[in-house]
């Protein structure tokens, strides 16, 4: 069986790795909360010792870059401004009319204002 001549590199060398090659700061800390909670770089383990490959991590790195563009002013995803824009929308709606909670209501009660007068059976 011929093994491929992979390097595998531990926590520590992968985070190193990512900034040498590519500008990406990433502690041997944060690597190592990205394994339990995902979003980081594909990795093995020897055991329980973690490691990556250098073309795992050169992956990761280019995930994280956006597309081109000619201005600052150009989206990533125009996705987001339309519901950006519709939860504005949304939010100069008129608002539903509000109730009278409990701690009003008691001190309508406490200072002596009537209540409402509900419309019930035999009302006019």
Do not use: I, W
């Not at 990512?18 to 190592?32: A, Y």
């Not at 824009?85 to 100069?92: K, L």
């Amino acid at each position: 069986m011929v093994m491929a001549d992979v390097r595998y590199l531990m926590t520590e060398a992968a985070s190193k790795f990512l900034f040498d090659n590519f500008g990406l700061r990433r502690s041997p800390k944060t690597l190592s909360k990205l394994r339990c909670v995902g979003g980081g770089p594909v990795f093995q383990a020897y055991g329980r010792t973690p490691v990556y490959t250098p073309a795992r991590l050169t992956e990761y790195a280019l995930s994280l870059l956006s597309p081109e563009r000619a201005s600052t002013s150009t989206a990533d995803k125009p996705e987001r401004r339309l519901a950006a824009n519709d939860a504005a929308t949304a939010a100069t709606a008129s608002p539903a009319p509000r109730r009278r909670g409990r701690r009003r209501k008691a001190r309508d009660d406490a200072r002596g204002e009537p209540a409402p007068l509900a419309a019930g059976p035999g009302a006019d």
